[in-house]
């Protein structure tokens, strides 16, 4: 089992930056690659972006491409996603997760994917 616990969401304005933040705690050493996706009222959860765990391989949704960028640290078991230029349409809760399937058996931008997640955390973007 892995848990994660995210955190950094909060009420922000429309062009403002936001860097979120997700730990890993339990049997780490099964995860191959984490993950983003966010998901808005009324809306189906959608892909961010997801970095593989021991490579520097990450994907971008195009929807945010050139305004996120996914990072982690394996010493302390974490990633974060640093959210810029942050737009109205970005309002939604951030739900990070945590891959098991090694690469080549996945893309890393499907929920299906990731095994773990974590509860999630709200960033609310306001004009």
């Known amino acids: 089992q892995v848990q994660l616990v995210e955190s950094g969401g909060g009420s922000v304005q429309a062009g403002d930056s936001l860097t979120l933040a997700c730990a890993a705690s339990g049997r780490t050493d099964n995860m191959y690659a984490m993950g983003w996706f966010r998901q808005a009222p009324g809306k189906k959860r959608d892909f961010v972006a997801s970095?593989?765990?021991?490579?520097?391989?990450?994907e971008y949704a195009d929807s945010v491409k050139g305004r996120v960028t996914m990072s982690k640290d394996k010493f302390k078991n974490a990633v974060y996603v640093q959210l810029n230029t942050l737009e109205l349409e970005d309002s939604a809760i951030y739900y990070c997760a945590a891959s098991t399937r090694p690469p080549g058996s996945a893309w890393y931008r499907l929920d299906h994917e990731f095994a773990y997640w974590g509860q999630g955390t709200q960033v609310t973007v306001s004009s």
């Open positions: 970095i593989r765990w021991n490579s520097s391989n990450t």
